[in-house]
């Protein structure tokens, strides 16, 4: 299945979850962009070569990057004091040089460590958990981990730091539900689907 049928569906259980909570308008938006982009997270394992079925393009990924580069070197700038402020900014742009060059998987691993000190800088836990989330899917084969039990609980715990931080009601099962619905439409029980989900790694490799 590819990103934009798997970022359909998280929408649409995004939009799911607004209804059950009664959310407003703004609310709803969120919880249907929140489980839109949830219902992608799990294909950042895709590191380039499945040409035909690639979430993320190697041109977004650099975006994304260089885009984190710009913000880290504008906070450092304008939150940021002496050494700290000069180092934010030599951060920041170092990533962005590095965006315009290197492999996909290399760049994800980046933009994961960009990620996790953003996180840290800021005191978002929910940051640095995703951080962490993508340097780890920069390292896993397809369809390993992040399309495993582990990888939804793992989100979750992030999704609950979010919901937190947010203040909003419904972020977290806007987050698993999302989440949950890439898995089940990568499995194997759906007839469009060659291949499975190894969904209780790493006690089984069988693909369901
Ligand atoms: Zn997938």
């Not at 929140?34 to 590191?47: A, E, Y």
């Not at 402020?85 to 290399?106: D, K, N, P, V």
């Not at 495993?148 to 793992?154: D, E, F, K, R």
């Amino acid at each position: 299945m590819n990103g934009t049928a798997h970022m359909a569906i998280g929408a649409g259980t995004g939009f799911i979850v607004a209804n059950s909570f009664g959310s407003g308008p703004g609310i709803t938006a969120t919880l249907v962009a929140i489980g839109g982009v949830s219902g992608l997270i799990p294909d950042l394992d895709i590191d380039g070569k499945l040409s035909n079925k690639v979430t993320f393009s190697p041109k977004m990924i650099r975006a994304v990057a260089q885009i984190i580069g710009c913000l880290m070197m504008v906070y450092s700038y304008l939150e940021g004091s002496g050494k700290e402020q000069w180092l934010g900014i030599g951060y920041g742009a170092g990533m962005m040089i590095l965006a315009s060059f290197i492999t996909q998987r290399r760049m994800l691993m980046i933009t994961g460590i960009g990620v996790t000190a953003c996180g840290w800088q800021l005191n978002e836990t929910w940051l640095w958990l995703l951080g962490i989330f993508i340097l780890i899917a920069s390292f896993v084969s397809h369809r390993s981990y992040t399309h495993s039990v582990l990888g939804i609980i793992y989100y979750g715990i992030m999704a609950q730091y979010l919901e937190s931080s947010l203040m909003i009601d419904g972020v977290f099962e806007a987050c698993v539900i999302g989440y949950v619905s890439h898995l089940i439409a990568d499995m194997k029980i759906l007839p469009f689907n060659k291949r499975g989900i190894k969904l209780f790694l790493p006690l089984s490799s069988k693909e369901i």
